[in-house]
């Protein structure tokens, strides 16, 4: 499996996904990317997308995408949180 994920991400999460390719948007080169355009990009790549943004679901109509989303909820976007 290919994980991307998102700026808001701590790219040190890629340790915790035991078993997948990770890569962030910075690695890439997207950093910046407005979430339609970088969906798009990655949908080509990846099979998930991992991000902490909220609106995320509000912004974008996900079922246009070939590719799934993680949105992760915790109480900030540190590590030990997201963990």
Same mark, same amino acid.
């Given at each position: 499996?290919?994980?991307?994920?998102?700026?808001?991400?701590?790219?040190?999460?890629?340790?915790?996904?035991?078993?997948?390719? /990770?890569?962030?948007?910075?690695?890439?080169?997207?950093?910046?990317?407005?979430?339609?355009?970088?969906?798009?990009?990655?949908?080509?790549?990846?099979?998930?997308?991992?991000?902490?943004?909220?609106?995320?679901?509000?912004?974008?109509?996900?079922?246009?995408?070939?590719?799934? /989303?993680?949105?992760?909820?915790?109480?900030?976007?540190?590590?030990?949180?997201?963990?």
């Amino acid at each position: 499996m290919r994980i991307l994920l998102d700026e808001s991400v701590p790219r040190r999460l890629a340790q915790h996904l035991k078993g997948a390719e /990770v890569h962030s948007v910075h690695d890439r080169g997207w950093t910046g990317l407005k979430n339609g355009e970088l969906l798009r990009r990655a949908e080509s790549d990846y099979d998930l997308f991992v991000t902490t943004d909220q609106n995320l679901q509000f912004q974008q109509h996900l079922t246009n995408y070939a590719l799934g /989303v993680i949105v992760l909820a915790a109480q900030s976007n540190r590590l030990a949180d997201l963990v």
